[in-house]
């Protein structure tokens, strides 16, 4: 949700670099509408499948506006290459921030185990990358069908198989 603060965190950190993480948005609907968040003035939105899309929309349109319009030094990385690739798609993102490859970034999750995790994906964040979220959305196509003229821009716009 830091797409909305990018205008702002140009301005404020005229040299940072941005990491765009991109979901196909029909899957990006499912896990909002299924993640465990505390309700707040945000998640609220993410109780139904309407509201996430009624959400994701705005905001995917301003990350469109700020694509064009803003200068910030950014990478997109699409959230389906990163999982069937994540050696290369990580060496990509680390060569963008200026970092050297070690192996044990292929085992994050066994320094996750040591933490304390806070995030509502804590349960994720300990397993090894895996491939199930992918296309997701298909077995939840008749659900999803309401929603997909809202999705539809974003879906090819940025890059999802229609």
Not at 115 to 139: A, C, F, G, H
Request: glycine residues 2%; proline residues 4%.
């Amino acid at each position: 949700m830091n797409i909305i603060a990018l205008d702002y965190i140009e301005r404020t950190f005229p040299n940072s670099k941005i990491i765009v993480m991109l979901q196909d948005p029909r899957d990006a609907m499912l896990s909002s509408f299924f993640q465990n968040f505390r309700i707040n003035l945000m998640t609220y939105h993410f109780l139904t499948l309407k509201g996430a899309a009624n959400f994701y929309a705005p905001v995917m349109r301003l990350y469109t506006l700020y694509r064009q319009k803003l200068s910030f030094n950014i990478i997109e990385v699409k959230y389906e290459d990163l999982v069937t690739d994540l050696q290369g798609k990580v060496k990509r993102i680390l060569n963008f921030l200026g970092l050297e490859w070690e192996d044990s970034i292929l085992r994050y999750y066994e320094q996750a185990l040591m933490k304390m995790i806070y995030t509502p994906s804590y349960e994720q964040v300990i397993k090894p990358v895996y491939l199930s979220s992918i296309d997701r959305w298909k077995n939840y196509k008749c659900y999803l069908e309401p929603i997909m003229s809202i999705l539809e821009p974003y879906i090819r716009n940025f890059g999802s198989r229609v």
